[in-house]
C-alpha cells in the first residue's frame, strides 16, 4: 500500500513550471486595456450552477480517494482534475493528485502539484510534508528537511512531519537528532506503530540494542501484522546473535507481504543474512549452525527510502497512507 518506501533511483532531474503570459505589454509599447466579463448577480442561472458545481467537490474527493486506495490511479487522478475543473485554487485536491503522482514515480508532477497546492493554502502543513517525500525518495536530504521543517513550523504537534524528519537525520547519519525526532513524534502519538518502528532503527543504529527491541516488540503488539517492525526486529536479532529468530521474523514479514523483500531497509553493517522464503523456510532453518553464511540480499528498490508516511489524514479524515 501507499506510497514508495526505502532508497530510490538517483534521479537528479529537477522540475521547472511554466508560468503563464501576464498579458501585460512590453516596457514602450501601448497599454492594451482588456474589458473585464463582469461578474453575474446572486441568484442568477450562472451563479447558481456555480454553487452546485461547488458541492460536487467533496463527493469527487473522496471517490479519488477510494480509487487511489483501489490502485485504481488514473481514474483518481480524473477525479482530481475534475475537482480542479470546477475551482482552479483548491489546494487539497492538488495535494491529492500530487500524492498519486507520487505512487505513480511520476516525481515531477507530484513536485508541481504540491508547489501549486502550496501557492493555494501556504499553511498546507500536508503538501509541505508530502512534497518533503518527494524530496527524501530523490535523496536530496536537504530540500526535505526544508520542507519537514515547514510542515511543523506550521503545525508543531504534527507528528508525522516530526517522523519524516528524523528518518531524513538519519538516512544522513545525524542519529542523535533523528532520535530526538522521533521521541517528539511519540509524545504526539504514543500507539502509533510506524513512531515507534522507527525508534527501533534508530536505537539500533546507536547501538542501543535492549530498547530498539522494547521499541520493535511495541510495535508488533500494536499490529502483529506490521512487517516492518518484523523484518527490522529480524535485522536486530541478527545483530544480537540470535540468527534462529531472527530467521523467523524475517519469514513472518515475507509472509505477510511477498514484495517486502524488495524493499530492504538498508544496513551497512554485519554479515549479510538471507531472507528465507515461506516455502523453502523448513529445509533451510536446519542450516543455522552455520550463521556467517546465511545471506541477506540488501539490494536497493525503486521506491524511494524510508519514508515513514505521505499524509492525507487531516483533510481526508481518513487514515495515514503509508509511502
Not at 77 to 98: C, H, M, Q
Not at 255 to 269: C, F
Request: aromatic share 8%; with cysteine.
Amino acid at each position: 500500500m501507499g506510497l514508495p518506501r526505502f532508497f530510490s533511483e538517483k534521479s537528479r532531474n529537477y522540475y521547472r513550471i511554466s508560468i503563464p503570459s501576464t498579458g501585460e505589454s512590453s516596457p514602450g509599447s501601448p497599454k492594451v486595456m482588456t474589458p473585464k466579463t463582469p461578474k453575474s448577480p446572486p441568484g442568477t442561472p450562472t451563479r447558481n450552477r456555480e454553487k452546485e458545481q461547488a458541492k460536487k467537490i467533496p463527493e469527487l474527493l473522496e471517490k479519488g480517494h477510494k480509487a487511489q486506495k483501489k490502485q485504481q490511479y488514473d481514474k483518481a487522478i480524473s477525479f482530481y482534475d475534475k475537482v480542479l475543473s470546477i475551482n482552479p485554487t483548491n489546494s487539497e485536491a492538488w495535494n491529492r493528485k500530487g500524492f498519486v503522482c507520487h505512487l505513480c514515480e511520476k516525481v515531477c508532477q507530484a513536485i508541481e502539484c504540491y508547489d501549486l497546492s502550496i501557492k493555494y493554502n501556504p499553511k498546507n502543513a500536508l503538501a509541505w510534508n508530502n512534497k518533503g517525500g518527494v524530496y527524501l525518495g530523490l535523496e536530496k536530504y536537504i530540500d526535505a528537511l526544508l520542507c519537514f521543517n515547514e510542515a511543523i513550523f506550521i503545525d508543531p504537534d504534527y507528528n508525522v512531519g516530526w517522523n519524516n524528519k528524523g528518518v531524513t537525520l538519519r538516512q544522513m547519519g545525524r542519529f542523535k537528532e533523528s532520535l530526538e525526532c522521533h521521541e517528539k513524534a511519540l509524545v504526539l502519538g504514543p500507539n502509533d506503530q510506524q513512531t515507534l518502528n522507527q525508534l527501533g532503527r534508530v536505537t539500533f543504529l546507536l547501538e542501543d540494542y535492549n530498547t530498539s527491541l522494547s521499541h520493535f516488540d511495541k510495535a508488533i503488539k500494536i499490529d502483529p501484522k506490521f512487517y516492518p517492525a518484523l523484518y527490522g526486529k529480524g535485522v536486530l536479532l541478527r545483530e544480537m546473535g540470535d540468527n534462529e529468530n531472527a530467521i523467523k521474523c524475517f519469514n513472518k514479514a515475507v509472509s505477510i507481504n511477498p514484495n517486502y523483500q524488495e524493499d530492504h531497509w538498508v544496513i551497512a553493517r554485519g554479515p549479510p543474512v538471507t531472507v528465507i522464503s515461506p516455502q523453502n523456510s523448513q529445509n533451510n532453518l536446519s542450516d543455522t549452525d552455520s550463521a556467517p553464511q546465511i545471506r541477506l540480499d540488501l539490494s536497493k528498490s525503486s521506491r524511494g527510502p524510508d519514508v515513514c508516511c505521505i499524509d492525507l489524514s487531516k483533510s481526508s479524515k481518513g487514515p495515514i497512507e503509508e509511502v
